[in-house]
């Protein structure tokens, strides 16, 4: 059984070691902005707020927080819907598009070039652990 030192100095370690600057883009593609401007290019049609509450599992409010934001920074557009004064469409700007593919192509190039200074069989082996200690958390 580990001792809680070794639990502490461990999650020291882990905190030193990730790479904010690359995981901090990663992570705002996977949830927020970055995940709201993909959603918005992938789907057809008209999506309501809501909508985008349910796919990101968090609160109507936590949405229109996030999409007052967006829409200041001319990332969306947002209007009440045409079939339904109570829901508000959220559609992507060119300035949205843009900003989403400058953000995968950041995240790509950063991909690259971790893989060029580490080696894709260290990067593999470092996800097989990774998706290891997942499983052991998901328990």
Known sequence: MA???????FLSKLRCCRPQ?????VD???????????YLEEVSGEVI???LARELN???????????????????????SATDN????VEITQK????????????LEK???LLEKVGKEELDEFIRISMKIKEALDE
């Open 3 to 9: 001792s809680q030192k070794d639990a502490q100095e």
């Open 28 to 38: 705002e593609c996977q949830r927020g902005t970055g995940f709201i401007l993909a």
């Open 21 to 25: 600057s690359f995981f901090g883009k």
């Open 96 to 107: 949205g598009i843009d900003y989403s593919a400058a953000m995968k192509k950041q995240i």
């Open 49 to 51: 707020a809501g909508d």
């Open 58 to 80: 968090v609160s109507t409010a936590r949405i229109a927080a996030l999409l007052k934001t967006m829409e200041k920074n001319e990332l969306i557009i947002r209007y009440q």
């Open 111 to 113: 991909a690259e070039l």
């Open 86 to 89: 109570r829901q508000t469409v």
